[in-house]
């Protein structure tokens, strides 16, 4: 199973979307709404301890871990209002993706792009031979590759003899070996290679018919249902019965496996199942884009090319900046953005000599921890094992976050940090949470998601106290995702609520 969607017969499926272990990645926000209760009487910071004491030590969360540090976001406006924790190691969920993104900007500036090329020499008579050398630009889709060809077609170019495909710039797993089985399956769980196209998933429509049908599959891309069988065994249900889906694929043969039920009537759910094999994937697609332009190839295949005399850039494409890639990492909480900059760290690093025979993304992680390290960032308040958070071996302290949030905040790129982070009840991932109440607007912070776990850490800007840096994890809860968000940003509401007495 890849994505479970659960709901009772009284709410919405998109209110209580539940993925089992894994990351709220690529879920739609309004699948995150929940009620906060609004609250307006302001608190003083003597108070502050108290009211976070009296959420946090509910009998619910008796058998849950709480780390949370809450600080002026300047020194120089006072010391710490709250401390639960807040050296101590937590499962962090997507808040992994602020020190990813931090690093990130710090180390490769916020106009790095990641370009895709097509090498070749002259064209001799019509016919050429191609190499293609993917970067692991994760923002690739099919209107790429078309641009690719038709560059290729104004050179003249009509015949390719014989086309390399190389997909070794990032060396090393694709999958992170601690990733979970449901997640890898999911879109949200894509391989990251360097020739990644669509997200390297493939995204389908499950929409409800009359009632005692199977739902409706509709393919984004209908050219990919002719290598796919479906197993539907899902079945479209009366207005009291609950909801849930269950998608899944094979990983030996192209076999989707669809369960579950939705309401006749009930908006379509989107789905997206990851690619097996990307590099295979993209050669197809590219080789569908030539066609479209009347270039023929005769032979392709993926594997390491070298450069040979003459051979020259015929075509190419560029991400945009990172300034882009950032924000669609942490307003979305893009898992393979997250993972692909992890990898672009770790190209940068491997030019050391130290780190040349090194995985990409170990080189990466390796230079997250330098790069944070000169921000000023305790080393020894986090252990990273990979750059979107999905692995549970990630381990990262309140302290970690907020120094790095505050690191981020006196940097080139703090601008650009924090605007990527989604605002309460505005947009990203907190599109629906925090709506009508004192947070809304003034709280950018990222979230973060897996089953036991939930996280929220960012900035604050109270109306009457200066601006706060603030991390709450929850962990080892065996509440649900909303119940652990429920008190979450009843806590952040008790930030926005200060004011100086």
């Given at each position: 199973m890849i994505v479970k969607w659960m709901a009772n017969f009284a709410q919405p499926i998109g209110a209580l979307l539940l993925i089992l272990g894994s990351q709220w990645a690529g879920v739609p926000a309004s699948a995150q709404t929940q009620k906060t209760p609004p609250a307006t009487q302001p608190i003083c910071p003597a108070q502050l301890p108290d009211a976070i004491d009296a959420i946090a030590n509910r009998p619910q969360f008796s058998r849950a871990r709480w780390g949370i540090l809450v600080e002026p976001l300047s020194p120089t406006d006072g010391q710490t209002l709250y401390n639960r924790q807040g050296e101590d190691y937590f499962i962090p969920a997507s808040n992994e993706k602020l020190l990813t993104t931090a690093a990130a900007l710090a180390k490769l500036g916020t106009q790095f792009r990641i370009r895709t090329s097509v090498y070749g020499t002259p064209v001799n008579g019509g016919e050429v031979s191609l190499r293609v050398v993917g970067r692991g630009d994760p923002s690739l889709t099919d209107s790429h590759l078309a641009s690719l060809a038709q560059q290729l077609k104004s050179r003249g170019i009509r015949q390719v003899g014989q086309m390399v495909v190389e997909d070794g710039y990032f060396q090393g797993q694709p999958v992170n070996p601690n990733w979970e089985w449901e997640d890898v399956q999911a879109g949200?769980?894509?391989p990251v290679n360097s020739l990644i196209v669509n997200e390297n998933a493939i995204n389908l429509t499950l929409s409800p018919q009359a009632a005692g049908q199977p739902l409706r599959v509709t393919w984004d891309d209908p050219k990919e249902a002719r290598g796919w069988r479906v197993e539907n065994d899902s079945v479209t249900v009366g207005p009291n019965e609950p909801e849930f889906l269950e998608v899944g694929r094979d990983f030996s043969r192209p076999i989707l496996r669809i369960k579950g039920?939705?309401?006749?009537?009930?908006?379509?759910?989107?789905?997206a199942v990851a690619i097996v094999n990307p590099a295979e994937n993209f050669l197809q697609r590219f080789q569908q884009a030539l066609a479209a332009e009347g270039i023929a190839v005769g032979r392709a295949q993926i594997a390491a090319g070298t450069p040979t005399a003459g051979e020259v850039e015929l075509a190419a494409v560029e991400s945009p900046p990172l300034s882009e890639l950032v924000m669609k990492t942490n307003q979305e909480s893009n898992n393979l953005?997250?993972?692909?900059?992890?990898?672009?760290?770790?190209?940068?690093?491997?030019?050391?000599?130290a780190m040349a025979g090194k995985d990409t993304?170990?080189?990466?992680l390796e230079a997250i921890k330098a790069t944070l390290t000169q921000l000023?960032?305790?080393?020894?308040?986090?252990?990273p094992e990979d750059g979107s958070g999905l692995s549970r071996h990630n381990l990262v302290s309140p302290e970690a976050l907020v120094q790095t949030l505050r690191a981020m905040a006196n940097s080139a790129a703090a601008e650009i940090y924090q605007t990527s982070l989604p605002v309460a009840g505005v947009s990203g991932t907190l599109t629906y949470r925090f709506r009508d109440t004192t947070a809304q607007g003034i709280v950018q912070a990222k979230t973060g998601t897996v089953t036991g776990v939930s996280a929220l850490s960012g900035y604050a800007r109270p109306l009457n106290y200066p601006p706060l840096v603030f991390s709450?994890?929850?962990?080892?809860?065996h509440q649900s995702a909303g119940q652990q968000r429920q008190a979450i940003d009843e806590i952040v509401l008790l930030l926005t609520r200060l004011r100086s007495c």
């Open positions: 949200y769980g894509a039920q939705l309401r006749a009537g009930a908006e379509p759910e989107e789905v953005y997250a993972e692909v900059l992890l990898r672009s760290l770790g190209t940068v690093a491997k030019a050391d000599a993304a170990d080189a990466g000023g960032v305790n080393a020894e308040s986090y252990v709450i994890i929850v962990n080892q809860s």
